[in-house]
């Protein structure tokens, strides 16, 4: 009998494996295709139903973007230098821009209005008025009760906040973050 080269005996034992394999695969596949089509009609155990189930609205990346975009935009109108943050309904940072020349306060200040107005669904300069009558507000972890945080709305809830700082007065940086809601209303 002739012996077989190396490389013969490579692919003898491949195509010997593949042979066995694919019998073993067609075996398992057809073992496991019944239970698979009665799972997908039968609820799953542990499965959340419908009921129990909320729906909510997110601004998308390209709008939160575009929105401080144009905040800072109407902010360099003015000769101001500021940083400007969006954070989702959760208060989670979807875009921080700080525009050139802004102080480095101005990052965080801007994130946490952004998070105050889209936690109490209101602008910061009305919540500053809230601390006469509750001033441990202000202790709540990453808030900011200065002017300069506006929320953002879908059927009047909301689903995001803009924060600007930087500017010299709140007043200034509310006005450059409505003007980043206003380019979402489009």
């Given at each position: 009998m002739k012996k077989l080269s190396i490389r013969a005996r490579v692919l003898t034992g491949a195509a010997a494996a593949a042979v066995a394999g694919g019998g073993v695969l067609g075996a398992?596949?057809?073992?496991?295709?019944?239970?698979?089509?009665?799972?997908?009609?039968?609820?799953?155990?542990?499965?959340?139903?419908?009921?129990?189930?909320?729906?909510?609205?997110?601004?998308?990346?390209?709008?939160?973007?575009e929105a401080a975009q144009a905040a800072l935009k109407a902010a360099e109108k003015d000769g101001q230098r500021v940083t400007v943050a969006v954070v989702d309904r959760n208060g989670n940072t979807l875009v921080t821009v700080r525009g050139d020349g802004a102080g480095p306060q101005s990052y965080e200040?801007?994130?946490?209005?952004?998070?105050?107005?889209?936690?109490?669904?209101?602008p910061t300069s009305d919540l500053v008025e809230r601390l006469d009558d509750a001033p441990n507000l202000k202790d709540i972890p990453g808030t900011l009760f200065l002017a300069g945080g506006v929320p953002v709305q879908a059927d009047d809830a909301p689903i995001a906040g803009i924060g600007v700082a930087g500017a010299p007065s709140g007043a200034q940086d509310e006005a450059y973050a409505e003007a980043g809601v206003a380019a979402l209303g489009r």
């Open positions: 398992a596949a057809t073992a496991t295709a019944e239970p698979a089509a009665a799972a997908a009609s039968a609820p799953a155990k542990g499965g959340v139903a419908g009921k129990d189930l909320t729906t909510t609205r997110h601004l998308t990346d390209d709008a939160a973007l200040s801007a994130e946490r209005k952004a998070y105050t107005a889209v936690s109490w669904n209101a």
